[in-house]
């Protein structure tokens, strides 16, 4: 057994002190009370860790890499599209297994428990299989294994270049699938899977409706049972435009007519939503993957927090593009773009809940459900995923209860987190990971072999 006693905690039914978590050799917690004697690890801060619901990972190789303008005159989330497949094509699988660790280790030091990982990088390049056709996926399960985070691997089926079925393109090439081969490539990505720890999850991911066929979909939800299943929903204005054209609807309407949508669900952005969308959205149960810090890089839109959570929407947090790694400023993004929209402040508080509790715990409660894992909660039987900030740092001088959350999220940033735990795994201490000399020497070199990648 593991004890780690904390002076303030965030439990299930609130914030309370002196608090004494115990936590299993599976790290599943056996014990959260409050009002004990100082015993175990001590802490100052004791918060529960959420996952992270959407990362391509070896696209944080790419950050600060496209902040120039090119030629084209209406720079957009398309022409960013053609430089990362430019950029793909140099990726060998022992770089992507560098990068995803290197990932990996940034979302632990931010705070994440949990790498839900959508994984479309598949093959060679030109497209030629490996001759292991779940390579890739070997290579994102190694890297979990040395960072010691959570992982839900979401392979991903993605077969077409638009809605009219139309053949990938050169940089699509590596992705792609038709049906019978994603299957078989899930199915040994379940053998990864069952040969990691406990914890650890398989979904699957259609791409988006541009990439899959309507019938591929349906066999997609059969393949998947009641594991995750992710797909990108209605991020760009073009997209919304060509599924209209194909499919005589806007993608979430079509969704919600087409798709069973449920809690198993969870779609990526929803940035481009009508008002009727947006509720029909939230009330199906159905997830909303928000990457705040990635939409706004992408300028994809803003995401209508305020009617999704007046209809009781959830919502989950992913690093998406990780051009930056970070909970506490993809929270921070999320409600900013609400009160620059609105031009208000506190925009998603509520008379009970500050700004930060209310954003912190949909945060877990929607990620734990997307990721598929029991999680986002400090209580008997559910994960060891936890967050320890510093109670030592200035900016938390003097504050309690809900201002710890919002200080943590408006005012402070990631040196804030101290410690982290994922499945009672101790992979943080002292803000830094146990192998982060490791892994970043070996990303380093591996942007030294990328450098003109782009």
């Known amino acids: 057994m593991t004890v780690i006693w904390a002076k303030t905690a965030l439990l299930a039914d609130g914030w309370a002190n002196d608090v004494r978590v115990e936590f299993d050799t599976n790290g599943k917690i056996t014990s959260a009370t409050k009002d004990q004697p100082e015993e175990g690890t001590k802490v100052g801060v004791l918060l529960p860790a959420p996952p992270n619901v959407h990362s391509h990972a ?61 994984h479309y990088l598949h093959h060679q390049a030109g497209g030629t299989p490996y001759a292991n056709l779940a390579e890739m996926s070997e290579r994102i399960a190694a890297a979990a ?5 959570g992982l839900t691997l979401l392979p991903v089926h993605y077969q077409y270049g638009g809605c009219d079925k139309r053949p990938l393109g050169a940089g699509q090439i590596r992705f792609g699938n038709d049906f019978e081969r994603f299957a078989k490539l899930h199915d040994q990505a379940r053998g990864i899977i069952g ?16 990439a899959v066929a309507p019938e591929d979909i349906k066999q997609a939800l059969e393949l998947a049972g009641n594991h995750p299943i992710h797909m990108h929903l209605a991020e760009q204005i073009p997209e919304v435009e060509e599924v209209k054209s194909h499919y005589g609807a806007r993608p979430v309407e079509w969704f919600l007519e087409n798709c069973e949508p449920g809690p198993n669900w969870c779609l990526i952005h929803c940035t481009q939503m009508e008002p009727h969308e947006t509720a029909g ?48 400023e993809e929270l921070r993004t999320l409600d900013y773009s609400q009160r620059l929209r609105d031009n208000t402040r506190a925009a998603l508080a509520t008379p009970n809940l500050s700004t930060g509790r209310r954003l912190f715990e949909a945060a877990n409660h929607g990620g734990a459900i997307a990721a598929g894992r029991k999680c986002g909660v400090i209580a008997k039987d559910y994960l060891a995923d936890l967050i320890a900030l510093d109670y030592d740092c200035v900016d938390l001088a003097a504050k309690s209860g809900d201002t710890i959350l919002d200080t943590y999220i408006f005012a402070g940033d990631d040196r804030m987190v101290k410690e982290v735990w994922s499945a009672g795994r101790h992979v943080v201490t002292n803000g830094a ?11 380093k070199e ?9």
């Open 433 to 443: 990971h146990m192998k982060h000399e490791k892994i970043t020497n070996r990303f």
């Open 145 to 149: 294994s040395l960072t010691g985070i």
């Open 58 to 118: 070896f696209q944080r190789a790419m950050a600060g890499l496209t902040e120039r303008r090119g030629p084209d005159p209406s720079d957009s989330f398309w022409t960013w599209r053609q430089l990362m497949f430019r950029f793909l094509d140099r990726l060998t699988p022992d770089h992507v297994e560098g990068i995803a660790a290197f990932v990996q280790m940034e979302m632990l030091e931010a705070g994440y428990a949990t790498n839900v990982e959508f």
């Open 281 to 328: 959205l939230a009330q199906s149960g159905a997830v909303a993957g928000l990457c705040p810090i990635t939409e706004s890089s992408l300028g994809d839109g803003t995401f209508d927090g305020v009617r999704w959570f007046n209809e009781n929407g959830a919502i989950a947090i992913g690093s998406d593009s990780n051009i930056r790694i970070s909970l506490s």
């Open 446 to 454: 591996i942007m030294r072999q990328l450098g003109d990648a782009i």
């Open 195 to 210: 040969s990691m720890p406990n914890d650890c999850t398989l979904g699957l991911a259609p791409h988006s409706l541009r």
